[in-house]
């Protein structure tokens, strides 16, 4: 099973930023498509963004389209959820997810979560 650490949450005020990273060393993400979900308290997981292993991104949440952007960094084996003007709606446990391709109902290998609280 392939192994995710995301990192970069925080505490960040309303407007702020944050870039969340999805990593591995046991594993080559350029083989898989990499897909970044949400949780918020009390809400169902939802599917933020994915880019496949070949880079094409194909999904953005309506909430977040012109706020986040999905990018991969092969050579740092690494995929960044970039996230600007942040919003309290936001705040919740980010999760990455890896997949042979973007399909946000098929993700099986996850990571442990990273927690993003947007307040003022």
């Known amino acids: 099973q392939v192994q995710l650490v995301e990192s970069g949450g925080g505490l960040v005020q309303p407007g702020g930023s944050l870039r969340l990273s999805c990593a591995t060393s046991r594993f080559t993400l350029d083989y898989y498509a990499i897909g970044w979900f949400r949780q918020a308290p009390g809400k169902e997981r939802e599917g933020v963004s994915c880019?496949?292993?070949?880079?094409?991104?194909?999904d953005y949440a309506d909430s977040v389209k012109g706020r986040f952007t999905i990018s991969r960094d092969n050579a740092k084996n690494t995929v960044y959820l970039q996230m600007i003007s942040l919003k309290p709606e936001d705040t919740g446990v980010y999760y990455c997810?890896?997949?042979?391709?973007?399909?946000?109902?098929?993700?099986?290998?996850w990571g442990q979560g990273t927690q993003v609280t947007v307040s003022s």
């Open positions: 997810a890896a997949h042979q391709v973007c399909d946000y109902e098929a993700f099986e290998s």
């Open positions: 880019i496949e292993s070949t880079g094409e991104i194909r």
